[in-house]
C-alpha cells in the first residue's frame, strides 16, 4: 500500500499515519494504533483518513493482528480492489469499518463469521469525478442470511449504496433487536420491506431512502418508539402517514420526497416538538404552509422545495437564529 493524499477527508483529519511510525519502536506508541494495556497486544486499528492507496493482500502483515477488536480503514482508496476473505479472522473484532474506501466486488461470506460484531460499516460514496452514485460493493442473497443470522449482536449496520438488487428484504426480518442504527439507502432494494424491523425495541435511526422499487406501508408506531431519524425518500411506500409518525415524539430528523400526501397532514408536522431537520421536498403540497412551522423551536433545517405552496411564511425562530438551511423554493 502507499500513501497519497485523499479528497474525502478535510485536511485536520487526512494524513498519511503509518509515515510517522518508526521500526524498532513501540508500536503502541504509533498514530492510529492502540494496544491492551495488560497483555500489549494490538487492539485497535484506526487509518481512517490515512491516504492510504493500492490493495489489501491475503498475506498482508494486517492479517498478523489476531487480537484485533476495532479497525477502521475508512476513507482511503483501494483501487476497486476486493475486500479480501481474511478479514473473517478476526475473531474478537467488534468495530469493522470500511466505509467509502474504494473497495468492489461481492463482499465475502467471511465477514459473517465475525459473530462478536457491534458495528459494521460497509457503505460506498458519492462519487464526485462520476456525479452518480456507484454502487461497486455487492452482497447477495445467501451472504446476507448469513450476515443477518450470525451477526446477533449488531447495533450498527450501514450498507448505503452497496448493490443490494439480489436479497430479498424479507431477509433482514431476523436482524438483532439490540440494532440501534441501520442505513440502507439507495441499495436497489426491491420487494416489500418487513414491517417488523420498524419496531426494533431499540432502533433510533432508520435510513430506507431511494429505493425506488422497495415497497410496504406506513407502520404504525406507539408512544415508546426510540425512532429520532427516519429517512423515507423515494420509496414505493402506502399508506396513512398521519396514523404512521404521530406517536414519534421523539423524531429529530425525518425525510420525505416522491409521495401525494394530501394537505391536511401538514397541520401536524407543526408538532413534532423535537424536529431539528425536516425535509418533505418533492409531495405535491399546494395551498398556504402552516404557520405551525414557525413555532418549531429546534428546527434548523427545513426543505420544503418543489410543491405548489403560496401565500406568505413566518421563518422558524431557530433558522432566524443560527442561521441555518431553509429551502421554499415552489418548485415547477
Known amino acids: 500500500m502507499e500513501c497519497s493524499a485523499s479528497t474525502d477527508c478535510d485536511d485536520i483529519t487526512s ?4 509515515l510517522s511510525w518508526k521500526e524498532n519502536t513501540d508500536c503502541c506508541s504509533w498514530d492510529g494504533v ?4 495488560v497483555t500489549g497486544h494490538v487492539i485497535g486499528l ?15 502483515s494486517l492479517f498478523l493482528l489476531p487480537h484485533l477488536q476495532r479497525l477502521n480503514l475508512a476513507f482511503n482508496d483501494f483501487y476497486h480492489s476486493p475486500i479480501s476473505s481474511e478479514f473473517g479472522q478476526f475473531a474478537s473484532l467488534t468495530h469493522f469499518n ?3 474506501s474504494n473497495f468492489s466486488g461481492h463482499i465475502p461470506s467471511e ?14 460514496g458519492y462519487d464526485s469525478t462520476q456525479g452518480s452514485l456507484l454502487r461497486l460493493l455487492r452482497l447477495d442473497k445467501p451472504n446476507m442470511k448469513k450476515l443477518v443470522q450470525n451477526l446477533t449482536e449488531l447495533r450498527m449496520l450501514d450498507l448505503s449504496i452497496v448493490d443490494l438488487s439480489s436479497v430479498d428484504p424479507s431477509s433482514l426480518m431476523n436482524l438483532s433487536s439490540s440494532l440501534t442504527t441501520l442505513r440502507l439507502q439507495s441499495c436497489g432494494l426491491r420487494g416489500k420491506f418487513p414491517n417488523n424491523i420498524f ?3 431499540n432502533l433510533q435511526t432508520l435510513y430506507l431512502g431511494f429505493n425506488h422499487n422497495l415497497t410496504g406501508y406506513f407502520p404504525k408506531f406507539n408512544g415508546s ?3 429520532k431519524d427516519l429517512d423515507l425518500r423515494g420509496l414505493s411506500f402506502s399508506g396513512e402517514l398521519l396514523d404512521s409518525i404521530s406517536n414519534l415524539h421523539s423524531l429529530k430528523f425525518l425525510a420525505l420526497s416522491g409521495y401525494n400526501f394530501s394537505e391536511s397532514i401538514l397541520t401536524w408536522f407543526g408538532n413534532l416538538t423535537q424536529i431539528s431537520t425536516l425535509w418533505l421536498y418533492s409531495n405535491n403540497f399546494s395551498g398556504p404552509i402552516p ?11 427545513l426543505d420544503l422545495s418543489y410543491n405548489h405552496f403560496s401565500g406568505q411564511f413566518s421563518i422558524p425562530i431557530a433558522i432566524v437564529v443560527t442561521g441555518y438551511n431553509i429551502y421554499l423554493d415552489p418548485g415547477p
Open 291 to 301: 404557520s405551525s412551522f414557525s413555532k418549531l423551536k429546534h428546527l434548523t433545517d
Open 46 to 60: 484506526d487509518l481512517s483518513c490515512g491516504q492510504l492507496q493500492g490493495t489489501i493482500h491475503s498475506n498482508s
Open 199 to 201: 419496531h426494533l425495541p
Open 15 to 18: 494524513h498519511p499515519k503509518i
Open 111 to 124: 465477514i459473517s463469521h465475525l459473530s462478536k460484531l457491534v458495528s459494521l460499516d460497509l457503505s460506498v
Open 34 to 37: 492502540t494496544c491492551d494495556r
Open 98 to 100: 470500511l466505509s467509502q
Open 225 to 227: 418508539s426510540p425512532l
